[in-house]
């Protein structure tokens, strides 16, 4: 019980803000080439559709998470969901709260709190950044994020509140209906949580992202959201 329940806590943690699969693929091989093992990263999981790279953190014996994936959507669709921070609670994993706190020129500010019922409850404030640029296939966007904890509310009896949770996403078309997501992560795991366990439950947690974002891209209202604006889609 007590393995469980500090997987669960690692996986929350890593979808700030989700197991292996051995053997190679064409997949993999198309995007392996981008991440270079000069900077430390080494292939952690090899799928079907996400491959999922890590390397050491310094000062820390938990380990930085870099994951590629295809989505079978456009790419302002994907970011459309990614940016709908405030429905978040209802089709993120173990996502019980999601509130914006402001917006700040090119970034949002905002609070979420995650709960694994199986322990304690997570939470931070998160300090959101946004770009979007032109190529020759489309918009490409990046989101990056830091904590903020010092922004959003006061720390609650009973919650642990997560110190660091720092990563971005780089959403870059790949076709008109098709996007290549990039996503990269580094947290704390709140509380005390051995580090070899917490590693290997980050892996789950960025495959089930991957899976709640695909899935709710087919949802009407993202397909429906102008390239031209990356402006929230509206539930």
């Not at 930085?64 to 994993?93: L, Q, R």
């Not at 110190?163 to 209906?177: F, I, M, S, Y």
């Not at 997501?181 to 366990?197: E, L, M």
Request: charged content about 20%.
């Amino acid at each position: 019980m007590t393995y469980h329940r500090a997987m669960l806590c690692r996986v929350l943690s890593g979808l700030g803000s989700i197991l292996l699969v051995s053997g190679s693929n064409t997949f993999a091989a198309d995007f392996s080439s981008s991440v270079s093992p000069k900077q430390g990263w080494k292939l952690a999981a090899d799928a079907k559709d996400v491959i999922i790279f890590s390397r050491p953190h310094a000062d820390s014996s938990l380990k930085e998470f870099k994951a590629i994936g295809s989505i079978d959507a456009p790419s302002y669709a994907v970011h459309a969901v990614i940016d709908d921070f405030e429905n978040y609670p209802k089709f993120m994993p173990y996502t019980l709260e999601c509130r914006l706190i402001k917006r700040e020129g090119d970034s949002v500010i905002g609070y979420q709190r995650l709960s694994p019922r199986i322990c304690e409850d997570r939470d931070y404030t998160l300090r959101v950044s946004k770009k979007s640029w032109p190529g020759p296939k489309g918009l490409t966007y990046l989101s990056q994020w830091q904590t903020a904890n010092e922004l959003g509310p006061a720390e609650q009896k009973g919650v642990v509140r997560l110190k660091v949770c720092d990563g971005t996403w780089l959403l870059e078309p790949d076709g008109p209906a098709n996007t290549r997501a990039t996503y990269s992560i580094y947290s704390d795991t709140g509380g005390f949580i051995p580090a070899f366990i917490a590693n290997h439950a980050s892996l789950t947690a960025i495959k089930k992202l991957y899976a709640a974002i695909r899935k709710q891209v087919k949802e009407p209202q993202y397909a429906a959201a102008s390239p031209a604006s990356p402006a929230r889609a509206k539930p």
